[in-house]
């Protein structure tokens, strides 16, 4: 902001203005004195406010016209202009000081000044419009802009002064070539704008997509959306050009109108591609406006009208199809000047994971679950993402030439110095499977800014010649030109799978040229007037199919092809001759694909189903870029010197199918990182090394269960072996993408690397400090911990990714693995369980004999220590014929009969129709044994000494046949800091899968480090582990009982409802202020409270609470105390012991709620949070007698009422479990620093 007289001035007019007018609104009559009140608003207020911005009469047109749509003309008080003589940039509507709710009252007027005003510039062929009306009575501003129908901004009288800065730097005169009021407004609608948008994305091509449906009913479905698509690329591509001055202001509107008015006898569609695609094409020769069937088709005009008239409302056939999807927005309720690439690049990724369907009655219908919600948020990738995975895998290569030629510039070698920037156009980057083309267009501006960065240092070059008066006869200083257009066709290049994709990829990079050189394109009569072809640089096909070719293999029809591609790409040739080389080699390239796809092992698939044979649709590298892969070079020099992307994340046997085709493929064509089960993202790593070349660098965003998963070994194999790994930031399980994939970002060059090299990890415990640093381009060095890792240290089995390396070593060293002396396996396999398990209300639960139940263990009740009973049962019966079943349970299966019949297993021959799928580790299953969930925040290890629980495919088991104590003692080791710590830390054991969330799979519990338990010296420290956790196992039952008891009878004898912890906690009530003492070691701090869990800590009741940010999602999250009670009163301290464990353990309720509460005081929150019973609210006396009498019929119930005492218990052998482990351990010293890598959320 320029800070100065001006804003000085403005600042003390404004100060004086306000204090005036609120001295009117006091006492009006007497200040109006007979002058009517608008004029007086304007001539009092408004005039000195211009001119105080420096809207002098010279800037400030009086009364602009607004013709309307029914011929006549209304006026707004004032157009703005930037300097005299200028076309105005906002207009100003006046009203009374003493208008009360000023755009209540004229709100409906403000909207017809925009729709009038926009009919006027279209029917005047107006390429720029005025963007801004400002609706004010001094008192209120209301700002909106042109598009919009309600305001962005809104300040009333009280808040002019706290904004006259604000106001100064958005609206001032002199301020107006920085376009902060643009800024603003973007920064306001960003968040609003781009599910707008793409909701009325979705909603404009499915009604397209109706109407060419109408107009061909035979189409396929396949068809119907490519064209679709194709027409809403067209009419966003017009907008697009509307909005950059190439075309006429509304031009497609005014097109409907003139139609409507004059033309009606012919059919819309007809008429729009005669009169405004056919020209877009002879101006503009983009691949998307070629003429073909989808001109042919006779599209009713009622499809047209909801994208083209603003505020258009539907009726008949397009009411029916679209319905409330239609939100009444049409391509003309968007400014697309100000939608910036992020909301189109965001709207546009998002967009693609949407599906068109049959809807049954011949019409086409938008298909909507979770499949396709999750499908948008993996979609697209955040820009800064973009901006991070561009600056790590091009600046290597941008750096080096920038600061040659800058070298050059200063010694005065200035066709050196051209020469050197002009290397950066030789970069050759792709990306494999592009989408909407995000990490592309974000390559595109770096390499960009790059040039313009040596255009920049040439200018100051010649500047410097000319002051020292120098000739241009002694050389000057030659700008590169056409900066955009050339790194475009030159560097950029993408594939993708979805035809769709690649054109709307099309569409974000022709929109960057408009942007980047507004006028430069769509002359006609040049030679340079085009649109460059990107059919070239974008192609469509499957990255990962091909048939490899020789390297000399076609070697004449190659070299043609380098030679064409060579052509279509030099700017110096007429557009006429670079698009016949293109035409050209598109058909020479289809020619030789179609050879060289005959001896794929799919082409015996070419008559299979639509959709398999789309997903098959191979692309050959070599042939499809001949530039790129030029043969007349030597083959090293072949190849792309940068991939980057971010590839699908799907398993391929689950998604394709065991066995299938597909599978096959990809396990005959990379048998180096293939197994079983993998990810689709793996062979993009691979495919992306065959297609760099060497020394050439790829950055991937990409799921980061690579980096421990056991299906991984291969790969992580290849990677530490063939490539350098140069940069990793892993996210940990910072939710990067909506659908909350926890994702890294991986670096490495081709080439093995150098001896010694170490491997840069940076792990993002605070997404929001570490996304700020990115954006900025700056090092992450808040929120993130940065550490380095030597790569010849990286085996295939696991990547130990972190800076507590030294300490896993020391837990590690000397130690066996878990799976080495005990079998850990998953639980059985029904594939059925909702046919085999059924639950306390059931009734099997009474028909069934107990010998044919067991008690069913899951990941819902499983505790550390503990296994709640729930009254789940599992039917257990393998080994008996079906005649041997008893009747209810045969009767109870035949009613399942087909389901049971259809699982994979079964029709494999597997198993029986009526058995489990694979009963897992049967011969272990019911002796002694550890069991923990899959899938847990933290170590949930408990024992089943005897065998009588069954655990499904959603637990872990440590099988301990014949030995319940050392059942015991694992169970002890396994929930112990030091084993916690090696799981959970930061790069250790455990597969992180999201947001403090941890698989607990048989692979990594087995590999966790266990003592010696023959070793005579570890005996008494293993057998007091055991006693231990027997004891733990024992209190947990006697906590569940006395809880339950203190509910059943303090809710028994409850006649009104529970009152919030706060009423208790009240220092100022007579009786329980004396009781209770309620503090907090973070009672300032303001936030959201997301879960609690509660301690004893000598006398005081510890409650800690997992807090974050409310307003960012991105924020991290932490445990801290945020109340800490002292309560005198023996029996009421277990009453709130036992509500307080109650909520926060066991109510499912409570435990699921997203959070508790938000606000400025997190201890008051925690107050608020649980409701505790009163049982008489007049009399604290008799309240607190009540709850003796409940405390003595507790303990005679449950044999005990000390709710405390087991906490303080359960507290001291928690403690001394984590002692002794430890010590066997050996790291005692090390205690503060596992506690506090565990306390981080990762």
């Not at 376009?179 to 707008?196: A, G, I, Q, V």
């Not at 792709?430 to 595109?444: E, H, R, T, W, Y």
Request: proline residues 5%; aromatic residues 10%; hydrophobic residues 45%.
């Amino acid at each position: 902001m320029a800070v100065g007289h001006d804003l000085e001035t403005f600042r003390a007019t404004l100060t004086t203005l306000v204090a005036e007018a609120r001295a009117v609104i006091a006492a009006p009559k007497a200040a109006l004195a007979g002058q009517k009140p608008e004029d007086f608003t304007k001539d009092r207020f408004l005039v000195p406010f211009l001119d105080a911005l420096g809207y002098d009469r010279h800037c400030r047109v009086l009364e602009g016209k607004i013709p309307s749509l029914a011929r006549t003309v209304s006026w707004c008080d004032y157009f703005l202009l930037p300097a005299p003589n200028r076309r105005p940039w906002c207009m100003v509507e006046a009203k009374s000081i003493l208008s009360p709710n000023v755009w209540t009252l004229n709100r409906q007027q403000v909207v017809d000044y925009l729709k009038d005003y926009q009919a006027e510039v279209s029917r005047q062929n107006d390429r720029e419009a005025v963007p801004w009306i400002i609706l004010t009575n001094f008192k209120e501003f209301h700002f909106l802009r042109l598009h919009d129908s309600e305001p962005f901004w809104s300040l009333g009288l009280d808040d002019l002064e706290a904004n006259a800065d604000a106001l100064f730097d958005r609206l001032a005169r002199g301020e107006q070539h920085r376009n902060h009021l643009d800024e603003y407004y973007l920064e306001k609608e960003h968040d609003r704008l781009t599910p707008r948008f793409l909701a009325d994305l979705k909603v404009w091509r499915l009604l397209l997509a109706n109407g060419i449906r109408e107009a061909k009913p035979d189409l396929n479905l396949e068809w119907v959306g490519r064209w679709s698509q194709q027409l809403l690329n067209r009419m966003l591509f017009t907008r697009l050009l509307e909005a950059y001055g190439q075309e006429a202001y509304n031009s497609m509107l005014t097109t409907f109108e003139i139609w409507r008015s004059l033309f009606n006898a012919l059919p819309f569609s007809t008429f729009l591609s005669q009169n405004r695609w056919k020209s877009t094409w002879i101006r503009y020769n983009t691949e998307l406006f070629n003429e073909g069937p989808l001109d042919k088709l006779v599209i009713a005009a009622k499809w047209f009208e909801p994208l083209l008239r603003r505020d258009a409302a539907l009726s008949g056939e397009p009411a029916a199809v679209a319905g409330a999807l239609f939100g009444g927005r049409s391509l003309y309720n968007y400014d697309f000047h100000t939608l910036s690439h992020d909301i189109l690049g965001k709207a546009y990724e998002q967009f693609l994971a949407h599906e068109l369907v049959e809807a049954g009655d011949g019409r086409v219908k938008i298909l909507e679950n979770q499949a396709t919600r999750q499908r948008e948020g993996i979609f697209y990738t955040p820009d800064y993402v973009v901006q991070h995975i561009v600056r790590l895998t091009l600046q290597p290569r941008v750096v080096p030439c920038l600061a040659a030629a800058k070298l050059a510039l200063d010694e005065g070698r200035f066709v050196e110095a051209r020469q050197a920037a002009m290397a950066i156009l030789s970069i050759r980057i792709v990306d494999p499977a592009c989408g909407s083309g995000s990490l592309l267009i974000g390559a595109l501006r770096y390499l960009a800014d790059a040039v313009e960065g040596y255009n920049q240092l040439a200018r100051l070059a010649t500047l410097a010649q000319q002051e020292a008066g120098l000739s241009a006869a002694s050389g000057q200083p030659k700008p590169i030109d056409d900066v955009v257009e050339r790194v475009l066709v030159h560097c950029i290049h993408g594939v993708d799978l979805d035809g769709e994709a690649v054109d709307l990829a099309k569409l974000s990079l022709w929109s960057q040229l408009l942007r980047a050189q507004p006028g430069r394109y769509g002359r006609q009569g040049e030679a340079h007037g085009h649109l460059p072809v990107l059919a070239l640089n974008l192609r469509h096909g499957n990255s990962l199919v091909q048939s490899p070719l020789d390297s000399d293999e076609f070697a004449e029809q190659r070299t043609r092809a380098a030679e064409l591609a060579d052509a279509a790409r030099d700017l110096g040739l007429p557009d006429e001759e670079r698009l016949k080389s293109a035409q050209d080699l598109d058909g020479l390239v289809a020619s030789l694909a179609d050879q060289v796809r005959s001896r794929l092992p799919l082409a015996q698939l070419d008559d299979a189903d639509p959709a398999v044979r789309a997903r098959r649709r191979p692309f050959h590298w070599e042939l499809e870029f001949p530039g790129v892969f030029d043969v007349r070079r030597p083959e090293a020099e072949r190849g792309f010197d940068v991939v980057v992307g971010n590839p699908p994340y799907f398993n391929v046997d689950l998604t394709w199918g065991k066995g299938s085709a597909d599978a096959e493929y990809l396990s005959t064509y990379y048998p180096d990182i293939h197994t079983d089960k993998t990810d689709v993202l793996f062979y993009f790593f691979r495919r992306g090394y065959d297609l760099l070349r060497d020394r050439g660098d790829l950055g991937f965003i990409v799921s980061r269960a690579f980096l421990q998963g056991d299906k991984s070994k291969k790969l992580r194999a290849f990677l530490a072996s063939r490539t350098t790994l140069l940069h990793l930031l892993d996210f940990l399980g910072q939710r990067v993408f909506q659908a909350g994939i926890a994702t890294a970002i991986l670096h490495w060059r081709k080439g093995e690397a150098p001896d010694g090299h170490a491997l840069d990890v940076c792990a993002a415990l605070d997404l929001a400090s570490v996304r700020d640093a990115l954006v900025g381009g700056e090092a992450v060095t808040a929120g993130a911990v940065t550490f380095q890792v030597l790569q010849q240290g990286l085996r295939s089995d696991k990547w130990s990714l972190s800076p507590f390396q030294p300490l896993f070593r020391q837990i590690d060293e000397g130690r066996p693995s878990l799976g080495s002396r005990w079998r850990v396996g998953q639980g059985m396999q029904t594939g059925e369980n909702d046919v085999f398990v059924f639950g306390p209300d059931s009734t099997l639960a009474s028909a069934v004999p107990t010998e044919f139940v067991r008690r069913r263990v899951s990941n819902a009740n499983l505790r550390a220590f503990a296994i709640e009973d729930t009254g789940e049962r599992v039917l257990w019966f393998d080994g008996l014929t079906y005649d041997a079943l008893p009747q209810a349970i045969r009767e109870h299966l035949e009613r399942f009969r087909d389901r049971l019949s259809e699982r994979a297993a079964c029709i494999r021959g597997n198993c029986a129709w009526y058995q489990f799928t694979w009963p897992l580790h049967e011969d272990v299953h019911f002796g002694a044994k550890v069991v923990a969930p899959y899938r847990a925040s933290a170590a949930c290890f408990a024992v089943d000494e005897s065998g009588q629980w069954l655990g499904l495919t959603n637990t872990t088991h440590v099988f301990v046949p014949g030995a319940p104590d050392a059942a015991h003692t694992l169970c002890a080791l396994l929930n112990s800091l030091p084993l916690e710590f090696r799981y959970r830390a930061l790069g250790g054991l455990g597969k992180l899968t999201g947001r403090g969330m941890f698989e607990y799979f048989e692979n990594q519990i087995a590999d966790l480090p266990i003592p010696d338990f023959d070793d005579p010296a570890n005996q008494p420290a293993l057998n007091a582990l055991a006693d231990h956790s027997r004891a733990l196992h024992s209190l947990f039952q006697d906590r569940m009982r006395v809880m339950q008891a203190w509910r059943d009878k303090a809710t028994g004898i409850l006649t009104r409802p529970a009152v919030p912890l706060a009423r208790y906690a009240d220092l100022g009530h007579a009786v329980y202020g004396k009781q209770i003492a309620a503090s907090s070691p973070n009672a300032a701090l303001a936030g959201e409270l997301l879960s609690m869990r509660v301690e004893i800590q000598g006398d005081v009741v510890a409650v800690h609470g997992l807090i974050t940010d409310p307003d960012d999602d991105d924020a991290p999250r932490t445990w801290l105390p945020v109340l800490h009670l002292r309560i005198k009163h023996n029996a009421l301290r277990n009453l709130i012991l036992a509500h307080l464990v109650f909520w926060t353990e066991f109510d499912e309720t409570f435990r699921r709620k997203r959070a508790l509460g938000k606000g400025p005081s997190v201890f008051e929150l925690a107050l608020q949070a649980v409701a505790i019973p009163e049982f008489d609210h007049r009399d604290g006396e008799r309240n607190l007698a009540i709850i003796d009498n409940v405390a003595a019929q507790v303990a005679e119930i449950a044999g005990r009422s000390d709710v405390d005492a087991i906490l303080a218990d359960w507290a001291a052998r928690r403690r001394a479990i984590d002692d002794l482990a430890l010590s066997l351990y050996g790291v005692a010293e090390h205690r503060a620093t596992m506690e506090a890598a565990l306390a981080v959320v990762l």
